[in-house]
């Protein structure tokens, strides 16, 4: 079963790292949290809207890893590394590492004290035209064959989105994105519970993936190269809407 996400009202005051073996997911419904955001996505896709988005989304991750860090936002500097992964770079040695996901104007963030991390979040409505053809391009043969056994095309299309999550998840974690291919490695699902049985290059035991839903519509996956022991799960909500508490 997914684990609930709680709501944790802004702003965030001062965050309790997560602890060894830990992550904190966090899911950012940012049309709730920036209303000129929702005045300025209630038009057509225009620059305008399309540059409020990405601000909002700059600075709602600026609060929420400047408030573990236990800094202004403004000290935060955040960069990426050579294999595109992002990182806090200033100030230096904060031991935190994070992951992001965007999907229309839902951010969802994780946070750990070590290892590698990839996150991914998908609407179930995003239309897939063609899953099986997409699946010939991009996955891996085992993953071609248990797709194609679903004789229901919705149900193989909302199978096909759970699904590149995990790819995308633990592409994340591992660096190099999409373009160092998602078919190198193979993801069995069932039940909720995605497990790695085949990985180039790597040991796949090595890797742990969870899978989460932070609302009705919207799946994920967390990917980790350590377990995960306990995984904390919470929706940001405005300012006084609920009580913050850890």
């Known amino acids: 079963m997914a684990p609930e996400f709680i709501p944790f009202s802004l702003p965030y005051g001062v965050l ?72 806090i770079s200033a100030p230096l040695n904060t031991g935190l590492v994070y992951s992001v996901s965007y999907s229309l104007d839902f951010m969802l963030v994780a946070v750990a004290c070590q290892g590698r991390l990839g996150i991914d979040l998908e609407p179930l409505s ?6 099986m053809k997409l699946a010939r391009r991009y996955l891996a043969p085992a993953e071609q064959e248990a797709l194609a056994a679903i004789d229901n095309e919705g149900q193989r299309r909302r199978d096909f989105l759970r699904l590149w999550t995990r790819k995308e998840a633990l592409v994340k974690a591992t660096g190099g994105g999409i373009v160092s291919g998602l078919d190198r490695f193979t993801v069995v699902d069932s039940d909720d519970q995605p497990q790695i049985t085949a990985m180039q290059g790597e040991d796949p035991a090595q890797w742990h993936l969870r899978h989460i839903e932070p609302q009705a519509g919207l799946v994920g996956t967390v990917a980790s190269d350590f377990p995960i022991q306990q995984l904390r799960t919470r929706r940001v909500a405005p300012p006084g809407a609920v009580a913050a508490s850890e």
Not at 46 to 62: C, H
């Open 126 to 131: 995003r239309w897939v035209k063609q899953p």
């Open 16 to 87: 309790e790292r997560p602890s060894e073996q830990a992550v904190d997911v966090w899911l950012l419904p940012l049309n709730e949290l920036s209303p000129p955001l929702t005045l300025s996505l209630q038009e057509d896709a225009n620059p305008t809207s399309v540059a409020a988005l990405r601000l909002t989304r700059k600075m709602m991750l600026r609060l929420l890893l400047a408030a573990y860090v236990g800094v202004s936002p403004r000290e935060l500097k955040l960069s990426r590394s050579s294999s595109g992964k992002p990182r």
